[in-house]
C-alpha cells in the first residue's frame, strides 16, 4: 500500500528546519505485515529529541530514514502467527523491540535486547526486514517504528495493547517520553519515599521524572533547566523547587536545597556538562541517574577516588530500564489516578506537513512534547 511518510534522506541539516526542511513528506510504498508482524493504523506520534538527534546528525542512522517512534494508533492487519492481538485494538508503540530470547530478554531486561539493539541500529524491524521502499530503494526502518507515516508495519513486540478509551494523542507519550522518565525513577533507581531528588533538563522526559518523582512520594524535587517556561511548567506539575541551568551558582543552588546534595539526581539534558553537574549535586552515597544521550563518542570524567570512597552510584537508563508490556498499562492506570498528569507535557498538536517547524520549536527548547495527528 502507498502511504505519506516523513522520510529524512540527510543528517546534518542545519536549522531553521523551516527553511532547510531535512524532512520530506513523500509517499512509499509499505509492504504488508510478514509472520510476526502488525500493520497500525497510526493515529498521533511525538516529535521527541532522540528523532531530532539523527537529524542533526548526533545520532548516526542509515539513510533513508523514516522517523518517529512515540506513538500509539489501531491495528489494521496481522501477520502469520500474530493470535493475540485483532484488528480494531488500540496499541502504544514501543522502540526497542524484543526477542523474548537473548540473555537479556531471559533476564527480565527487555531494554537491553541485543538483536533488538542490533535491528535498530541497522535501521530494520527486528527480524531484520525492510517493509518500506521507494522508487529509488529501500527506505529505512526508525527504531523498529517510522511512526510519522499515516501506517506502519512493526513487529508484533514493537506494540502494547491499551484500552480504547484512551485518547491517542495522549497514549503515544507513554511509549517514550514516560517510560523513559517515569521508568527512570522507580525502576532504575527505585526511588524510595521521602527521598530528595533532582531533574535535570526539562524536556518530555525530563518532566515526566518530575512526575514520577512526585508518584513515587519524594519529599523533595528540585528542576533544573534554562527555559524559566519549562522551569514553571515543572512546578506547577510537582517540583517543589526549581533552579536556571544557567546561573553560575546552579550547583550550589541545589546542594543549599538538598541540605549537602540530593540522594538521586536525574540527568535527561544529554549533556556532558550537565551530567557532571549531576554528580556535584548528589549527595554522598547517593545516585546519578542518567537517560541523556550526548554525541557518540562523549566522555565522562569520573573521580574515582570519590566514587568508591563515598560509595556513590552512576546508573544509565535505557527505557527507564522498563518491561513495556507491564510497565505502560501500570503508568497509565496512575495518568487516570491522577497521580501521573501526563497530558501537561503536551505543548502543541500539528499537522504531518509542519513536522519541520515542530523540530525547530524543539530544537530551540520552546516546545515540550508536540504531538502529530493523523
Do not use: W
Not at 294 to 300: D, M, N, R, V
Not at 327 to 353: A, W
Amino acid at each position: 500500500m502507498q502511504v505519506r511518510a516523513a522520510v529524512l534522506r540527510h543528517m546534518n541539516v542545519k536549522p531553521p528546519y523551516a527553511q532547510s526542511k531535512p524532512i520530506v513528506i513523500e509517499t512509499i510504498e509499505l509492504a504488508p505485515p510478514g509472520p510476526g508482524e502488525v500493520l497500525v493504523r497510526i493515529r498521533a506520534a511525538g516529535l521527541c529529541h532522540s528523532d531530532l538527534s539523527v537529524i542533526n546528525g548526533d545520532r548516526p542512522r542509515p539513510m533513508p530514514m523514516a522517523l518517529g517512534h512515540e506513538a500509539a494508533g489501531v491495528v489494521e492487519a496481522l501477520g502469520e502467527g500474530v493470535s493475540d492481538l485483532e484488528p480494531g485494538d488500540h496499541v502504544v508503540m514501543v522502540f526497542m523491540p524484543s526477542c523474548g530470547h537473548c540473555l537479556p530478554c531471559a533476564e527480565g531486561r527487555p531494554a537491553l535486547c541485543e538483536p533488538g539493539a542490533k535491528a535498530n541500529a541497522a535501521g530494520t524491524l527486528i527480524n531484520g526486514s525492510v517493509r518500506l521502499s521507494s522508487p529509488v530503494g529501500h527506505v529505512h526502518h526508525h527504531l523498529g517504528v517510522s511512526a510519522f507515516a499515516e501506517y506502519a508495519v512493526v513487529s508484533r513486540n514493537s506494540v502494547v495493547k491499551i484500552d480504547r478509551d484512551l485518547p491517542f494523542i495522549e497514549a503515544a507519550l507513554f511509549g517514550c517520553a514516560v517510560l523513559t522518565g517515569v521508568g527512570a525513577v522507580v525502576n532504575t533507581a527505585q526511588l524510595r519515599v521521602g527521598s530528595t531528588a533532582v531533574v535535570i533538563g526539562l524536556g518530555g522526559v525530563g518532566l515526566a521524572s518530575v512526575l514520577g518523582a512526585r508518584a513515587a512520594g519524594a519529599s523533595k524535587i528540585i528542576a533544573v533547566d534554562l527555559s524559566p517556561e519549562k522551569l514553571a511548567l515543572a512546578k506547577d506539575v510537582g517540583a517543589t523547587a526549581v533552579v536556571n541551568g544557567g546561573d553560575a551558582d546552579a550547583v550550589e543552588q541545589v546542594l543549599q536545597l538538598t541540605g549537602g546534595g540530593a540522594d538521586y539526581v536525574f540527568e535527561m539534558a544529554g549533556s556532558i556538562r550537565a551530567l557532571d553537574n549531576a554528580m556535584k549535586m548528589t549527595k554522598r552515597g547517593g545516585m546519578t541517574v542518567t537517560a541523556g544521550l550526548p554525541p557518540p563518542g562523549s566522555a565522562l570524567s569520573v573521580n574515582v577516588v570519590q566514587l568508591v570512597g563515598e560509595e556513590r552510584t552512576l546508573k544509565g537508563s535505557y527505557i527507564g530500564t522498563c518491561v513495556p508490556i507491564r510497565d505502560i498499562p501500570r503508568f497509565i492506570e496512575l495518568y487516570r489516578d491522577g497521580r501521573l498528569p501526563v497530558d501537561r507535557l503536551l505543548s502543541g498538536r500539528l499537522k504531518l506537513d509542519d513536522i519541520n517547524e515542530g523540530f525547530d520549536r524543539l530544537h530551540d527548547g520552546s516546545a515540550v512534547r508536540q504531538v502529530i495527528e493523523f
